[in-house]
């Protein structure tokens, strides 16, 4: 089994440009010192004393602070590229890391905050439409695949890490974070000039590209809409989720993380050989199977105890954030000309960060005022509704004679 996986591996990752190899690099980096998001909300009840409802109220400022970042990020790639926006997210955010940390009063935790989530995820838009840039339109899917093990790998040694860092002092999480930025910064800076972009090459010609932008594009706002709608129960892994399991299951922290942990190991193992698998499929049909599996997943949640089942329902669900996740933003990233990829790119970090919004909120509203039951019915009614809302989609695109490709060319690499 462990060499077919590492043969699949292998193969998915045939082909892909040099590149595509740093940008992932400087994502793994740079989210591997991501430490102090896990913690911020623990840090800012224990060590700054303010109460959970006050502590929600910040995290839905870094919610907005992170909307219009991608915005803003994705403005100015179309302006200044997408290295100097890069550069600029990074070497901004380690200080504001720093800045963040020593900030005790509400009003000034709040400003360094919403300037931190702006400069930092400012990167994402830049990042992804450097990636649309550099790859082949035939590899593209697996390069945005490489691209979110990177992130994958980096999320999960950064809290392991920094969950070591805040026993000694949490001073020591905002540091570390700081170091990340300016250490992921300087490996772009070293690596990531002189290149030529492989999209400008294969790219149709377009009758005037300053005439599209993405918040005209009917098809991929109409897109957005419905993947917002199809991302809201990954969100329930940071709120209703692990209360599901200890308030109505029982299970303790461990268990809890030891089944988030299943999610991880399953992406970091299998997506790539899964991307390669069904690089030939229509990327919004993919993302339409993605969503299915994701909503019916956590439906399954409720309906049998113990971790073995739980275990089961994250194995489904994992195998739809592995379908949809690169192939939605694979399939953004054809829409319009190069010359706007960074706003497109801006559109798609918008609906995820407008997604980890309203997800929460979705399910917490359920839990509460429904029961712990609801918002597992409620995943799976936003599963069977995208799916079938992309479908429609999907039939759409293909009768449509626009010269827009709807997805990538078969990929014959290594085949």
Not at 3 to 13: D, I, K, N, P, V
Not at 174 to 188: H, I, K, P, T, Y
Not at 287 to 308: D, I, R, S
Not at 361 to 371: D, M, N, Q, R, S
């Amino acid at each position: 089994m462990f060499a077919r996986l590492w043969q699949g591996h292998a193969r998915s990752l045939t082909g892909l440009p040099r590149e595509i190899w740093i940008l992932s690099a400087v994502l793994l980096v740079n989210r591997a010192g991501v430490m102090v998001m896990p913690f911020l909300g623990i840090y800012l009840v224990m060590k700054r004393d303010f109460s959970p409802l006050e502590m929600g109220a910040f995290m839905a400022l870094a919610g907005v602070g992170s909307m219009v970042g991608v915005q803003l990020g994705g403005w100015l790639t179309d302006r200044i590229g997408h290295l100097k926006v890069q550069l600029g997210s990074m070497i901004l955010a380690a200080p504001l890391f720093l800045l963040l940390g020593a900030q005790e009063h509400p009003a000034a935790i709040a400003v360094a905050l919403f300037a931190l989530t702006v400069a930092f995820d400012g990167i994402r838009p830049a990042n992804g439409a450097a990636i649309a840039l550099y790859s082949p339109l035939e590899v593209r899917t697996r390069a945005f695949g490489l691209m979110r093990l990177a992130v994958n790998l980096g999320v999960t040694v950064g809290p392991a890490l920094g969950g070591v860092l805040a026993g000694i002092d949490y001073a020591w999480l905002f540091r570390a974070n700081a170091l990340a930025s300016l250490v992921s910064a300087g490996v772009l800076y070293a690596l990531g000039r002189g290149w030529t972009p492989v999209a400008e090459l294969e790219e149709p010609a377009r009758a005037d590209s300053r005439a599209y932008t993405p918040w005209r594009d009917r098809r991929l706002l109409i897109f957005m809409g419905l993947l917002v709608i199809g991302s809201i129960p990954f969100f329930q892994i940071q709120s209703t989720l692990p209360l599901f399991l200890k308030e109505v299951r029982g299970m303790s922290e461990a268990w809890i993380g030891a089944t988030f942990a299943i999610n991880t190991v399953v992406i970091v193992l299998c997506e790539l050989p899964l991307l390669y698998a069904i690089r030939r499929h229509s990327s919004i049909r993919v993302t339409a199977w993605g969503c299915l599996f994701a909503g019916l997943g956590f439906g399954l949640t409720p309906l049998w105890p113990g971790f073995a089942w739980v275990a089961v329902t994250v194995l489904v669900w994992t195998v739809g954030e592995m379908l949809q996740a690169p192939s939605a933003v694979a399939w953004v990233s054809l829409r319009g000309p190069n010359a706007t990829r960074g706003r497109t790119m801006g559109v798609f970090g918008l609906g995820f960060a407008l997604a980890a919004m309203l997800g929460p909120l979705f399910g917490t509203f359920l839990y509460e005022y429904i029961g712990p039951r609801a918002p597992w019915a409620g995943c799976a009614l936003l599963g069977v509704l995208t799916y079938l809302g992309m479908t429609a989609l999907a039939r759409a695109e293909a009768r449509d004679d626009e010269p827009q490709p709807q997805t990538p060319p078969a990929d014959t690499t290594a085949a």
